[in-house]
Nanobody, 118 residues
Framework: QVQLVESGGGLVQAGGSLKLSCVAS????????MGWFRQAPGKEREFVAT????????NYKNTMKGRFTISRDNAKNTVYLQMNSLKPEDTAVFSC???????????WGQGTQVTVSA
């Protein structure tokens, strides 16, 4: 079993920045692919970004490229999502996910709320 705990969400004005963290426990973190997803009110959950076990390979949803950066610190069992130039439409619950390979998301965190005001 893997437990994922997100933090770093909050209220920010449009144009501002936030850095989300997700700490994993229960399994060797470096063996896990990690991802960030988000779900806005009334909408389906959508992919934000993924990162490979080593951190050398990342992937982003097109609308987030250049604004969001995913990274990981395997020594700290933590994956991050740096979000810049935030827009009101970025308002959502952001969740991290983990799995043996990208796309096989076996474990999910409870999410952290990000609210961007106009």
């Amino acid at each position: 079993q893997v437990q994922l705990v997100e933090s770093g969400g909050g209220l920010v004005q449009a144009g501002g920045s936030l850095k989300l963290s997700c700490v994993a426990s229960g399994r060797t973190f470096s063996s896990l692919a990690m991802g960030w997803f988000r779900q806005a009110p009334g909408k389906e959950r959508e992919f934000v970004a993924t990162i490979s076990q080593s951190g050398r390979s990342t992937n982003y949803k097109n609308t987030m490229k250049g604004r969001f950066t995913i990274s990981r610190d395997n020594a700290k069992n933590t994956v991050y999502l740096q979000m810049n130039s935030l827009k009101p439409e970025d308002t959502a619950v952001f969740s991290c996910a983990a799995g043996p390979v990208i796309g096989a998301w076996t474990y999910w965190g409870q999410g952290t709320q990000v609210t961007v005001s106009a």
